[in-house]
């Protein structure tokens, strides 16, 4: 399996895929996308840091413990850091397994682990 965590300062692009294995029969991707509102505060953005030493170990972490249920072939995860503005992408991942329920469940997993055990933090920007 090849596990690739990138973080940028930039918009996000998906990186290309790195190979193609003729038994993938699924490749999921997921945008996240900063929202306009959070609960009842207007958004301009998202200020996110992480402490990403810790935060790819965490990945890597979380990646080894799903894998062992869900068996993804390629894992690619890029996360936004600093300013987001709403409607930009401030999460990409992509999962790449033999069948679709491995791939799905993998990343959904991954996203609600990620939320909770990695060091990444958001701070809300009010909008002007």
Same mark, same amino acid.
Do not use: N, W, Y
């Given at each position: 399996m090849d596990i690739e965590v990138l973080f940028t300062d930039g918009p996000i692009t998906p990186p290309p895929r790195t190979r193609t294995l003729r038994e993938t029969g699924a490749?999921?991707?997921? &945008? =996240?996308?900063?929202r306009a509102t959070e609960g009842d505060a207007q958004l301009g953005g998202l200020f996110y840091e992480a402490y990403e030493p810790m935060a790819r #170990?965490?990945?890597? +972490?979380?990646?080894? *413990? %799903? $894998?062992? #249920? &869900?068996?993804p072939q390629d894992v690619c995860i890029v996360h936004r850091l600093g300013f987001v503005a709403v409607s930009e992408a401030s999460l990409y991942v #992509?999962?790449? $397994? /033999? &069948?679709r329920g491995a791939a799905l469940a993998?990343? =959904?997993? %991954?996203?609600? +682990?990620? /939320? *909770?055990?990695?060091?990444?933090w958001k701070v809300v920007r009010a909008a002007p």
């Open positions: 490749v999921v991707e997921f &945008h =996240g996308i900063v #170990r965490e990945f890597d +972490r979380i990646i080894s *413990q %799903l $894998a062992v #249920r &869900h068996t #992509r999962v790449e $397994a /033999k &069948h993998f990343c =959904g997993e %991954l996203i609600d +682990r990620m /939320k *909770q055990d990695v060091p990444i």
